[in-house]
Nanobody, 118 residues
Framework: QVQLVESGGGLVQAGGSLRLSCTVS????????MGWHRQAPGTERELVAR?????????ADSVKGRFTISKDNAKNEVYLQLQMNSLKPEDTAVYYC??????????WGQGTQVTVSS
């Protein structure tokens, strides 16, 4: 089992910045990838950024150059962050922290709302 607790998010004007954090605990040795997804009303959940095998980082084209994903390893927890700069109204969505463990099982955070006003 893996537990994910998100923090951050909120309301910001276009061009502003926000930072999302996710504390990951549990069977950390089983994790093969971790990242952030988002879902806007009426749309499917989409990948925003991911750290995969060998710490290879992948970004959605829509956020490249504006968002930065990073992680910090502690003894019993991993802290996953998403720094979001130059935010646009189209970035408005619920953002979910995600972890994939061996066998392809997905774990999700509770979701945090990001709203960007124009």
């Amino acid at each position: 089992q893996v537990q994910l607790v998100e923090s951050g998010g909120g309301l910001v004007q276009a061009g502003g910045s926000l930072r999302l954090s996710c504390t990951v605990s549990g069977r950390l040795f089983s994790i093969i990838a971790m990242g952030w997804h988002r879902q806007a009303p009426g749309t499917e959940r989409e990948l925003v950024a991911r750290i995969g095998s060998g710490d290879m980082i992948t970004y959605a084209d829509s956020v490249k150059g504006r968002f930065t994903i990073s992680k910090d390893n502690a003894k019993n927890e991993v802290y996953l962050q998403l720094q979001m700069n130059s935010l646009k109204p189209e970035d408005t969505a619920v953002y979910y922290c995600n972890v994939i463990v061996g066998g392809g099982v997905n774990y999700w955070g509770q979701g945090t709302q990001v709203t960007v006003s124009s």
